[in-house]
């Protein structure tokens, strides 16, 4: 396990709840995890797991009203930001945390082009003259292997290809060269040669920088490809933390068992793939015990009526489940998940 030196970022018991006219959405409800300098840490779940909440919050970009931050610590740097005003988080977004959202097309301002939305971080955070910010966007467009980047800084948002906005997005997001990046779901919009482009650029990139990096994901093979360590969030909480060798040699939440069986194999003659019956539940009316009792297989009384706590196992990793615990006696209880 890494040194707490390491730690560069660490998330404690996050909670971010929406108050609403239908009632209170608990979107991230209890979520623990930390990310060590240098390595690549996955978010990986459904969509309405709470992944792109979780990130939004550690920016402290959660619109308010109607969502607002109601419990835990986000420490960066031995720093609290859940307690920092916005004036101070101004000085830390782009800067020292950078996210790459999940739309280009919707993230940039299509009235202005590139090369002044790239040179605007360096203006802002930076306090360059319009001439020298200009010339470093230039210099960042090159740096993310865009063609002709002086032609390309002159160009708005709709000139250019998904591949190309999202390498500006890139360039935008590593201006200052932060010590934190956020992925929200980078290549989802791509297709998978452009998608396996950009994955490789921004590995190069965290290389060369040492910068660290949470990667959002419903992508397992994005997961394979990139991540060190992986949680996975199921309904607002972390069900399974654990390394990226372990989660796919020994899987050990039913939830992360199931996403590995929906995944189509070419070592094995299968007709049809497995889903995971059922939906997410409603943030607004959560299950009162293990949310994923609902649909898990092997669900059983205390099940639904307890949630279980993420506790640690022998090979380090953390699982929320009852299985892994001493109150677990399958052989004994009556299986109550209806599976659907």
Not at 19 to 35: C, R
Not at 90 to 103: A, D, K, V
Not at 323 to 333: F, H, L, M
Request: some cysteine.
């Amino acid at each position: 396990m890494p040194k707490q030196q390491d730690v560069i970022l660490e998330v404690r018991n996050l909670q971010t709840h929406f108050f609403t006219d239908d009632g209170v959405s608990k979107a991230v409800d209890g979520v623990d995890f930390s990310l060590n300098k240098g390595e690549t840490l996955g978010l990986v779940g459904e969509s309405g797991c709470g992944k792109s909440i979780t990130s939004l919050s550690i920016l402290r970009l959660i619109a308010s009203p109607p969502g607002k931050i109601v419990g835990g610590e986000i420490i960066f740097k031995g720093q609290n930001l859940v307690i920092k005003t916005e004036y101070e988080m101004r000085s830390i977004r782009g800067n020292e945390i950078s996210m790459i959202f999940q739309e280009p097309m919707t993230s940039l301002n299509p009235v202005y082009t590139v090369g002044e939305q790239i040179a605007e971080v360096f203006r802002l955070h930076q306090k360059m003259g319009r001439k020298e910010a200009w010339e470093k966007a230039v210099e960042m467009l090159r740096l993310v292997g865009i063609p002709s980047p002086e032609k390309r800084a002159t160009q708005e948002p709709h000139e250019l290809s998904g591949g190309m906005r999202q390498r500006v997005m890139i360039a935008m997001a590593l201006a200052c060269r932060p010590e934190i990046l956020i992925a929200d779901e980078p290549t989802t919009a791509l297709d998978v040669t452009i998608q396996a482009q950009i994955l490789e650029l921004m590995k190069k990139l965290q290389e060369e920088m040492g910068m660290s990096t949470i990667m959002i994901t419903h992508d397992l093979g994005v997961v394979a490809e990139t991540c060190d360590r992986v949680a996975v969030m199921y309904a607002g909480k972390v069900v399974e933390y654990t390394t990226a060798k372990n989660l796919f040699a020994n899987p050990k939440h039913p939830y992360t068992v199931g996403l590995m069986n929906s995944l189509p194999r070419l070592d094995e003659d299968v007709e049809e793939l497995q889903a995971i019956k059922g939906n997410v539940p409603s943030p607004f009316n959560m299950p009162q015990g293990c949310r994923f009792a609902p649909r898990c297989p092997h669900a059983t009384q205390l099940c639904h009526d307890k949630l279980p706590e993420l506790l640690e196992q022998e090979d380090g990793s953390k699982v929320r489940c009852w299985i892994y615990t001493s109150e677990w006696d399958g052989a004994n209880q009556t299986v109550t998940g209806t599976g659907v």
